[in-house]
Structure formats: structure tokens, C-alpha cells
């Protein structure tokens, strides 16, 4: 077996201090984006036994500063870009992280082409995050409510079919009492 292929894609001391030492660089002359410091950030702790806390002592950082950088790569394709491209700040990134990626959507584009401040986009993520739930709660209660009712009229010998069409916000639900002459042939 190739010895460059070591335990698990693992990285040697010598080669992570490498890595460490470029990236410092980088990060002085102001080189890589938030995002693809981040993405180095997760690199290193997988080519590496590096734990936050470890990485972040390497780099004479904090460990928190190292987590929410981290956090950022949770986020969307098009708020990744926009903060590679400078059209938001890593602060931006981090409001939108509680909203799902189709809002994350379209926050960005707000931000992007009507220069909302950081506070601005906070109060529209909290606006957002509760229509957010409460459509998700919604849909949760009613399915929940009508899987009970379809479990009762089976235990009662009406014999239900559930049929479920869930695309993105959209959500049919189509019911279908089943004849016994069809179960019958089914059988």
C-alpha cells in the first residue's frame, strides 16, 4: 500500500503546520473571504485530530471565534457568495443562520440591493423566523391531527387512504374514502 495515504486522509504535524502558517498569512494580508477561511478552518480539523479549541490555540484565536466562523458554512449558496463577494458582512451571515435557505434567499437580496444595516436585517430575520414556525407548526398540528383521526376510523372499520403532496411551502392533502367493494377486490 501507497504510504502518502495515511490513517483516514490524515495530515502530518509538519504539513498541518504548513497549512497553519499559510493561512495565517493569508489572513494578515487580508487574502480569503470569511467563507473560505471557514472552509480551511474545517479542513484542518479533518485532516487533523484538531478540535476548535486546539485550532484556535494554534491560530491564537478563541474557540468561539473559530465556531461561528464554522457556523457559516451552514448557510446558503447565494449568502456564501455574497459575503466571498463583499456584498454582506460575516454579521449578516450569522442573523441569516436561523432562517431556512429559500428566506436566506431572499434576505440576501434585500441586503445585496438595498444595503440593509446588520440591525435592519436582524429585525426582518425575527419577522421572518416566526412566519417561518408558524407554518411549520402548522403543517406539524394538522398532520399529527389527521394521522390520529385516520388512525381512529381504521380502529373503526372505515377504511381511509391519506395521500400527502408536500412541495416547498404548498402542502395537499387529499383524503379518499375507500368503498368496501374495492378492498374487496383488492384482497
Do not use: C
Not at 13 to 18: L, P, S
Not at 127 to 155: H, M, P
Amino acid at each position: 500500500m501507497v504510504k502518502a495515504v495515511r490513517q483516514e486522509n490524515k495530515l502530518t504535524e509538519t504539513e498541518i503546520d504548513q497549512r497553519i502558517a499559510a493561512l495565517v498569512k493569508q489572513l494578515q494580508n487580508a487574502e480569503i473571504s470569511v467563507i473560505e477561511e471557514a472552509n480551511e478552518y474545517q479542513t484542518l480539523m479533518q485532516v487533523s485530530d484538531y478540535t476548535q479549541a486546539v485550532l484556535a490555540n494554534e491560530l491564537g484565536k478563541s474557540q468561539a471565534t473559530i465556531a461561528n466562523k464554522l457556523r457559516l458554512l451552514k448557510l446558503g449558496e447565494p449568502a456564501k457568495d455574497a459575503i466571498r463577494k463583499g456584498e454582506m458582512t460575516e454579521r449578516h451571515g450569522r442573523a441569516l443562520l436561523k432562517l431556512d435557505k429559500r428566506n436566506q434567499a431572499k434576505v440576501v437580496h434585500k441586503i445585496i440591493h438595498t444595503g440593509l444595516t446588520v440591525k435592519e436585517t436582524e429585525i426582518i430575520v425575527k419577522e421572518l423566523q416566526v412566519q417561518q414556525l408558524d407554518v411549520v407548526a402548522q403543517r406539524n398540528l394538522l398532520q399529527a391531527f389527521l394521522k390520529d383521526g385516520l388512525a381512529i376510523l381504521k380502529k373503526q372499520g372505515v377504511l381511509v387512504e391519506l395521500e400527502e403532496d408536500n412541495k416547498d411551502t404548498n402542502y395537499q392533502v387529499t383524503l379518499r374514502l375507500v368503498k368496501a367493494e374495492q378492498t374487496e377486490r383488492k384482497a
